[in-house]
Each structure stands twice: as structure tokens, then as C-alpha cells.
């Protein structure tokens, strides 16, 4: 199982960005990647996911239009781009690979993935 590794997490007042980084992810057996955060009290949800040979991506409502999901295959490397943060995004963030290509009506499964992160936490002030 491969281990994955979350930074980049921090605060930031609304309005503004972060990037969040995950490694060890993009290895050549990951064929999917996915972004979920967890807000307390609340289910863990997928914010993006990737196909990671085709590249396409997939986001949450919430979120389109606002984050982007990218990998660099030299580095290894997972990235989640945040722009025009809100307060709701507030949540423990967390990097998950498969070995297999879900459905696209599944990709947003937290049970579709078997390699998990240990999170990084972002805080949006309004």
C-alpha cells in the first residue's frame, strides 16, 4: 500500500488561495486520485478526482469552478488548487488513490479508494 502525504494546509481569510499537495500518489499504479475533506461533525466528501492516465477530472458542485485538481508525474505529485476560498471550505483535507478506475458515478465514494492520507487542515475566516 502506498503511503500518501497531504501539506500545504493552513488559514487564510475568505477570498484567498491555497494549494495543497499531496505525494507519493502518482505512482505508475494509482489510475485514480481524489480530494475529500471533513468538516466536524460532518461525512467525509470528495471536493476532485482524477483519472490519472486520462487526466480528467471530476469536481463537487461546491467547488467547480473554484478548484482545480492537477498531478505532475516527474515529481509525483498530487495538487489541489483552492481560488476564491469561503468559509465553508473549512475541513480537514485528504489525498486517496485507487489501483482501479470507478465509475464515474463513483468516483465520490469514500469506498472506492484504498490508499488514504493523514490530512492537512484548512481554516477560512470570514
Known amino acids: 500500500q502506498v503511503e500518501l502525504m497531504e501539506s500545504g494546509g493552513g488559514s487564510v481569510q475568505a477570498g484567498g488561495s491555497l494549494r495543497l499537495s499531496c505525494s507519493g500518489s502518482?505512482?505508475?499504479?494509482?489510475?485514480?486520485m481524489a480530494w475529500f475533506r471533513q468538516a466536524p461533525g460532518k461525512e467525509r466528501e470528495a471536493v476532485a478526482t482524477?483519472?490519472?492516465?486520462?487526466?480528467?477530472?471530476k469536481y463537487a458542485d461546491s467547488v467547480n469552478g473554484r478548484f482545480t485538481v492537477s498531478q505532475d508525474d516527474v515529481q509525483k505529485t498530487l495538487y489541489l488548487q483552492m481560488d476564491n476560498l469561503k468559509y465553508e471550505d473549512t475541513a480537514m483535507y485528504y489525498c486517496?488513490?485507487?489501483?482501479?478506475?470507478?465509475?464515474?458515478?463513483?468516483?465520490?465514494?469514500?469506498?472506492?479508494?484504498?490508499?488514504w492520507g493523514q490530512g492537512t487542515q484548512v481554516t477560512v475566516s470570514s
Open positions: 486517496a488513490g485507487t489501483l482501479r478506475t470507478p465509475a464515474w458515478g463513483l468516483l465520490f465514494s469514500v469506498h472506492e479508494y484504498d490508499s
Open positions: 482524477i483519472y490519472t492516465r486520462t487526466r480528467s477530472p
Open positions: 502518482i505512482e505508475s499504479a494509482f489510475r485514480t
